[in-house]
């Protein structure tokens, strides 16, 4: 596999264990989205992407989604971040089902969570400078500018950038440096999930090595719980302890992440395995 020549970190589960209350729970979910089809009718016709998916993330656990491209990841992220409403099923989060919950009792729960969107070139404000940027989630909460600052140049430094940065615009960094600072900015205000969606799969291969011993290393230092979402097993094996496998919207195996890869159940995990032996 692609990693192999890097050294994996066996740091483990560092708190909580499976009887904890989860952080996350899924339970038989149905979403999908509305689409128009133009020239069959002027009613949007409802797509269904997710069937009957079921899951728990617990306190300190890593836990990967994989599938291939259109397998439905993401639209699992929109469904946690309440950007979609599941048709049937309900979502958990912090023990709340978020779609029965609003105002500030919502905005406390995600407060608790960061969040790193796929694509940093396309995420991020062209027109931002960095500090802009990162001081956008404090900023809603009514956070001053000086007490910015100081949480601003001490997260640069947790992500591996110079305070430089805060006055650059995203076109003027790396793609690397872009994925560091969207890594600041979901990390800024000290959540305790950390959602990354394809953390690695717009950089080059040195540079998805650094990112992922720095996304080790945040998880580790800020004892946090984290859901990864990648198509790239390799990735995969890197950051999570457990993964759920999706194959066009449903989950088709589920378990430890070495256990999946050597050992794998459905075929479809087989076929994922053996496109990146
Ligand atoms: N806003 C949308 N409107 C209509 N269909 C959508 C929308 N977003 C996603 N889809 C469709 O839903 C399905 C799942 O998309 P999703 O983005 O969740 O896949 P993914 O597993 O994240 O893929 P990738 O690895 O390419 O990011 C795809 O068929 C996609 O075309
Ligand atoms: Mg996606």
Redesign the pocket.
Known sequence: MKYLNYRKQCIGRIQGSPDMEPIVVFENVYAG?S?LRRFRSIKPSY?G?LRNISFKLHRGERLAII?E???????IIKVLLRLLKPRRGRVLVFGKDIYRVSGDELRRIYWRIGYVP?DPGRSLNPRLRVEDILYEPLEAQGIGWDTFLEKARNVLREVGLGTYILEKIPDQLSGGQQQRVLIARAIIHDPELLILD?PTSALDVSMQAQIINLINKIYRDKKLTLLIIT?DLAVAQYLADRAIVLRRGEIVEEGGIDDIITNPKHEYTKLLISSYI
């Open positions: 989205y689409v797509m992407v599938g491209s259109g397998a439905g990841k993401t639209t796929q394809e198509h």
